[in-house]
């Protein structure tokens, strides 16, 4: 193994520099060595031999990562790799598959099989950790995008909620500034009430309101009572 004593730098990107955990598969006891070397230098690491070990693993410590093999005895790479993408659980997990099979073919077998990403053998340290560290930063923007959709559907939620149960304007009001998801950064709010009796909208303010704009009421229903935003 050319690269059996060498050393990673330290260049990998600090976004992905955190103690994430790395699960290794491979049946090769001296890959399995050489890999854990590598990666263990920038993220903990996990080690099994061969496919069903690695499912078993990967239920029962929730990796932020899996390297595997794919020719391996039992369950290889493929079957594996199927495995944790029909598993509820583990399917979201980034999969770096290594395989000494090169070529465009093989590549998309490995794919097609359900790894995010392909390495063929030989490759250099580096390659390793960049294409792992990619991963994990993927992965973590995914995870803060969906963290970030579940806040702003709850934020909905709860707004919506509390628009239903208003029943004034100066409840909605309260309701709109109450909700930056649903206004941003706004400080203040207006709503305008026709009162067709007397031809006129009839506005209520809320917030940090300009004095210029807190007038009460407007002549005509398609005339701006002033230049705030509402």
């Not at 009796?197 to 309101?209: I, K």
Request: hydrophobic share 45%.
């Amino acid at each position: 193994m050319a690269e059996a004593a060498q050393w990673v730098g330290d260049d990998v990107p600090e976004e992905a520099t955190g103690r994430a955990l790395v699960l290794i598969v491979d049946d090769n006891a001296d890959m399995r060595r050489h890999l854990q070397r590598i990666l263990s230098a920038h993220w903990d690491t996990l080690v099994a031999s061969d496919g069903e070990e690695a499912l078993a693993t990967a239920r029962a410590e929730k990796p932020d990562l899996v390297v595997t093999d794919v020719m391996m005895p039992g369950l290889d790479g493929f079957g594996f790799a199927a495995a944790v993408r029909a598993d509820p659980e583990l399917a979201a997990t980034p999969l770096l598959m290594l395989s000494a099979r090169a070529g465009v073919e093989s590549a998309g077998d490995g794919l097609a099989s359900g790894a995010d990403d392909y390495l063929p053998k030989p490759f250099s340290s580096q390659d390793l950790v960049n294409r792992v560290a990619a991963r994990l930063i993927a992965a973590s923007r995914d995870r803060a995008r969906h963290e970030e959709r579940g806040r702003r559907l709850a934020a909905l939620a709860e707004f919506d909620t509390a628009l239903a149960e208003a029943r004034t304007p100066a409840a909605v009001l309260a309701a709109l500034l109450a909700a930056p998801e649903v206004c941003g950064r706004a400080t203040a709010a207006a709503i305008g009430v026709l009162e067709p009796d007397r031809g006129q909208v009839r506005m209520t303010y809320a917030g940090a309101v300009p004095a210029s704009c807190a007038t009460g009421t407007t002549s005509s229903p398609t005339t701006r009572p002033c230049r705030c935003a509402t």
